[in-house]
């Protein structure tokens, strides 16, 4: 029998709140964090709404301690792990084998758009320190140097299905006796590359998102970062608190349909789905609630929708996309919606999707509209789906 | 358990590529940048698709598809792939559009092909393949750790079949980069005199390789990968040749038992500091041998080392241009791989004959 492995701490930073305690008070709330653009000049500044970390990359900086001048996605990251790692107040941390596990998807990109800028004019301009840092690997090592965590660390890239894999890979770490201990999650700063690129593809919503609702028209890109603290049996009996819960089930499946669009039936989703279930031992029916992948986008929802019918009909557990508060944080969304799938168990929290209005056409189910708390859930699954058909769910159940 | 490397593809600036040959037919260059030979992708990508594709899709697709033909597999049972860089060609097309159109009128093609993911992903839609797939994206080490996750795979008894690899391409803007920020020599320098001249500055590589990962024992099989391990950091000198000790201790070996040590000297000063460090010391009595200056310096050079050290253990030749004194060595068993990435990253990789 392989060994459990535990969440002992949270933290997470996006467009609704800088840490667990302001999200929680945002959801109750019913408060989205869309509105125009600030961070950057674009063309699409009040066309394109978009979830920004409420705080400048100056504010971080105060907020993380750090003195040089990153790129605000190893900011966003290092807000939200060290929060993770205070909050699980890890006995002895120095002295366990830890890991930092962490995901994104564009790297150092918001300071090498700054370096091509003038690059572009002069290939002997731009200010070198700013395209250093490009490679995603960078983020990771800076805020693990931060952390303090040198025995293992890697990075995962797989598009919006990084940080549930980052997720579920640390677990894997523990489960091989390789690590006691890892901070896992992702994180993703808005950049005008991503904006311009999901712009390119038609799928951005001119106003506020409107996941699974037969209306939707598109999403919103957010930014933001999330972590879990994963640890062992042996550690979790060190803590001075009672653990969250354990990640039960994990798994990635690929839709091999197309580099960008997911498959109608959503054959990658619904193999991530069950295959998840199955790792974990429990039935469709044991589900107590969904934190969808969705989007927003016409294509996404409707496959992941599908797909959730095939696996769940008749009987659908209550669902949402809390991306209706966030915004799409892309290789943070996994890691972000962790942290909203482990405190809807300990809080018995069901999110609400905001803006739906009409069922979609293609399934029998609607997701669920208001804030719920204090419900008995025992088991949350959470689905991160990506370019590449890069499909991924994770089972958090109560212990 | 053991795991076995069952078959392996390597492109590479030496015609490492479609041959049974191990550098026997070497490729002088005099320049700071080593370009991948590229095969003809047509064998293996269908020629619509060959156009919309960047060079490092091109190079990883072909890659891993004649891993499969030389492992005879169909259907791999998990895609995992190395980069630290990704797919620059299409994040600096697509950086460059925005700049200049000033985020007008922009194709969608290049921002598709630019996630870290692209290469497993095209793989896994050749394929059909639903199973597992991921991708590792940290930096010197990206390959380590998608060989890493494989080897956890075969033990998890997740998967067997398990491909994986590692991809780099260097395109202008990363070479002008890399250039400006201290990596290269300043001047043209023939590769096959690197170290011949140790300076500030290695020589500038590229390329992709895949190698399938088995538990099955088989007399086909290229080798054993019988051991990986990295480490962040390390303390001294000192501290580096306790962990070489500490991982072959693990395999219950010690150097004595190493009939070849592979390092990833790359001709410039600082880095190679540690390599002539341990030569002098840990592996005084070891034969040691070198790749760098074949296939130039980049995040997954690796992949080079051990399609290398696989194939010298099959086939009990060692190639006299790796070889970094003028010794002849017959038929190795054991053979260590050691790497480097800036003094940060280390990586240990043993392979053994079956």
Redesign the interface.
Known sequence: MEQSVYIAGVGVISGIGTNVAGHLAAFERGEAGMADITLFD???QHDRPVAEVKLTDEELIARTGLSTHNSRTALLSLVSAKEAVADAGIPGFNELRTGFVSAN?V?GMDK??EF??D??AD??KGK?RN??D?????M??IVADQLGI?DF???????CSSSA?AIF?GA??I??DILDVVVAGGADALT??TL??F???MILDKDLCKPFDEHREGLNLGEGAGYVVLVSEQVAKTLKKPVYCKLSGYN?????????ASSPDG??SY?AMKKALKKSGLKPSDIDYINLHGTGTPNNDSAEGTAVKRLFQPDFPPMSSTKSFTGHTLGASGGVEAVFSVLAIKHGIIYPNLRFKTQMHEVPFEPETKFQKGKHIKHVMSNSF?????CTSLIFSAV | MKVYIRSSACISAQRTFGTGDILTDIVEYNSTRLPAIEPDYKEFIDPKQIRRMSHVIKMGVAAAKECLNNGDVEMPGAIITGTAFGCMEDTVTFLTRIIEQEEELLPPTAFIQSTHNTVAAQVALMLKCHAYNSTFVHKGISFESALFDAVMLLQEQEADNILVGGTEEMVDTSFTVLTRLGFYRRKPVSNLSLFATPEKGTIGGEGAGFFLLTDKESPDNLAELTGLTTFYKPTDNQDIERRITAFLQKHSLTVKDIDLVITGKNGDIKNDEIYAWLNASLFKNNVTANYKHLSGEYSVASVFSLWLAANIVKKGIVPDAILEDDVKINAPKKVLLLNHYQNKYYSLMLVSAV
Not at chain 1, 134 to 138: D, F, P, Q, R, T
Not at chain 1, 153 to 159: D, G, K, V, W
């Open positions: 674009s063309i699409h998807t790297g090498s758009e091509f800028v690059f572009l290939n002997s070198l395209v250093f490009h490679e995603c690997g960078s990771t090592e040198s660390m890697t990075t995962i890239s797989t598009a894999n890979y894997r770490l489960k091989n005008k590359f311009n690129g712009n390119t593809l990635n499946s690929n839709d091999a349909y197309h580099q960008t054959t990658g193999l990506g370019f590449g058909g890069n």
